[in-house]
C-alpha cells in the first residue's frame, strides 16, 4: 500500500489518499495527531506535501509512520522551508522544519534518542521558487551545493520556499 497523508484536493491515483477533511473528499480520513489506522509494516510508500507543518506532535507522527511502514519503505515529505515567510503567514502552521529536522530519526544522529523510529534520509532539497521552476533550477543547484553553508548564513537573507525530504524506513 501506499499513503498520501494530507492530501487535499490532489489525488494520486493508485495510493490511499487521506486527509482529516471530509470536504476534499479523501479515501480515508485520517487525523495525524492520533494512531494511524493502518496495520503494521503494511506500508511501502507515504508521500505528504505541506502537511506536517500542521501537525503539533511531530515525534507520535513519526512513531506511528514507522510502526506502519515495512523495512525499507520510501518516505517523502514536503514541507515549506523554516525561513520562508510562508512558512509563518498561515495561522494553521504548528511548526517549522530546517535541514536537520528529520536527522533525529537518523540513528547515526546523536540525538536519535528523542525517538525509537529509525529512517535513513537519503535526500534533501531545497526548492527556491516552486511556482517557477526553470528560475528555481538554477538557484536550486548552486545552493543544494552546500546546503549547511546556505543555512547557516544565507537562508534568512534569500529564503527557500520548501524542503523536500526523502527518507527510508531502517527496521
Not at 52 to 59: A, C, G, N, P, S
Not at 97 to 102: G, S
Not at 116 to 134: D, H, S, Y
Amino acid at each position: 500500500m501506499k499513503l498520501h497523508l494530507g492530501c487535499g484536493k490532489e489525488h494520486k491515483k493508485g495510493w490511499i489518499n487521506c486527509d482529516i477533511s471530509k470536504e476534499v473528499n479523501p479515501d480515508k480520513i485520517i487525523d495525524l495527531e492520533k494512531k494511524l489506522p493502518f496495520k503494521d509494516n503494511s506500508i511501502k510508500e507515504i508521500y505528504s506535501r505541506h502537511t506536517f507543518e500542521h501537525v503539533e506532535k511531530l515525534m507520535e507522527l513519526m512513531n506511528e509512520i514507522y510502526r506502519i511502514s515495512k523495512n525499507e519503505a520510501k518516505i517523502k515529505i514536503i514541507v515549506p522551508y523554516f525561513a520562508h515567510p510562508g512558512a509563518f503567514q498561515d495561522p494553521t502552521h504548528k511548526r517549522f522544519f530546517t535541514l536537520r529536522t528529520f536527522d533525529y530519526f537518523d540513528s547515526k544522529n546523536s540525538y536519535s534518542y528523542y525517538s525509537n523510529a529509525r529512517f535513513k534520509v537519503i535526500n534533501k532539497k531545497l526548492i527556491f521558487f516552486v511556482l517557477r521552476p526553470k528560475i528555481s533550477k538554477i538557484l536550486d543547484y548552486f545552493i543544494n551545493k552546500n546546503q549547511i553553508l546556505y543555512e547557516r548564513f544565507f537562508s534568512r537573507i534569500f529564503p527557500s520556499e520548501e524542503l523536500i525530504i526523502e527518507m527510508v524506513v531502517k527496521k
